[in-house]
């Protein structure tokens, strides 16, 4: 096989993988600059010969084996493993490629406890220790967590979040000395850039519609400035009437009627008529007399209905079918 370089190996896995499924990774796993080299890489790559796939591929099972095992019992573990399965030679040449070219994370462990574990573990540090975590896990559990802590403290804790791009070695070794104590230990690394804005819109994203209330409206007392800028970022259910027709129209056909019902109870009038412009005559007037049929519901009810709405909003950006203007920028459909 020619020899690739990093680049044009993720190149060539994600043409192996296809469009649907390549389109996930990217929005996931890398940034906005290694997006357009490997673009540029697939685009000069006009036939891969079989042997150069598979081998790409053989190699990338290796080393996603090997991190499996590296994050689940550490470096010792994954090297007994990956000797019994491919013979010392083969085991040493992988982990030395893995070390090589990827970083310990800290805090990775914990990415594999349950987030009511943490909570129990952390509730009681300082709110810079917590958001620090925070920054760390994955956004489903800091979401989890952010959501247990009380809300005086939710956010303080995600203005921190917010705030924090680099932190030093210092403060990793103080904060893993900690958790060494009450979990388990954790990697090293020299320095990472973690939280930001995007770190904080992330979790925001997955808590309940009260939860990000609540954080939001702290942020607006503690620090205009950062609360508007996670808003551009963020779409809630009050948006869905800056979508166009068509995007609304999708997101209808995915919604269960009783949880567009209710969420539309507590909806302002701007986002009732944007609704009921894109539904049918008879659906517009059956979800009519739903909402004045309902009676007496509470507010938490109409919240959840209203989150339910924006998770599917969310899922649909996420999948392609449809897009979410970010950051106050125009949306170009092509």
């Known amino acids: 096989m020619l020899k690739l370089t990093g680049i044009q190996k993720a190149a060539v896995l994600l043409i192996a993988l296809g469009s649907d499924l390549s389109s996930r990774v990217l929005k996931i796993d890398f940034s906005q600059n290694d997006i357009e080299l490997i673009a540029h890489e697939i685009s000069n790559m006009i036939k891969i010969p079989a042997e150069v796939k598979n081998a790409v591929i053989d190699e990338f099972m290796e080393l996603q084996k090997a991190r499996d095992y590296l994050t689940h019992g550490g470096l010792n573990y994954a090297k007994e493993l990956l000797e019994k399965a ?28 349950d987030a009511k574990q943490i909570y129990n573990f952390i509730r009681e540090e300082h709110p810079q220790t917590i958001a620090l975590i925070l920054a760390h896990l994955t956004p489903e559990q800091a979401a989890i967590i952010l959501g247990m802590l009380p809300p005086e403290l939710q956010s303080e804790i995600s203005r921190r979040i917010a705030i924090i791009d680099r932190f030093t070695p210092d403060i990793v070794r103080d904060v893993e000395a900690l958790l060494e104590r009450k979990i388990s230990s954790v990697a090293q690394q020299d320095q990472t850039v973690v939280g930001g804005v995007q770190s904080l819109v992330d979790i925001l994203n997955r808590v309940s519609r009260s939860a990000e209330k609540v954080i939001l409206e702290g942020l607006e007392r503690e620090d205009p400035v950062l609360a508007e800028e996670v808003k551009r970022r963020m779409f809630v259910f009050e948006d869905l009437a800056t979508l166009p027709d068509n995007f609304i129209q999708r997101v209808l056909r995915e919604v269960n009627q009783k949880d567009l019902a209710l969420a539309m109870r507590g909806a302002n009038e701007e986002v009732n008529a944007r609704i009921y412009k894109n539904m049918s005559k008879r659906a517009a007037e059956m979800t009519r007399e739903e909402i004045e049929f309902m009676g007496p519901v509470r507010l938490k009810e109409v919240e959840k209905a209203q989150q339910k709405v924006v998770t599917i909003i969310r899922k649909l950006d996420e999948s392609g079918e449809i897009v979410i203007s970010r950051g106050g920028e125009d949306v170009i459909i092509v």
Do not use: C, D, V, Y
Request: hydrophobic share 40%; no cysteine.
């Open 86 to 113: 491919m013979g010392h030679q083969k085991a040493t040449e992988i982990l030395n490629k893995l070390t090589i070219n990827m970083k310990a994370i800290p805090f990775s462990s914990l990415r594999k406890t």
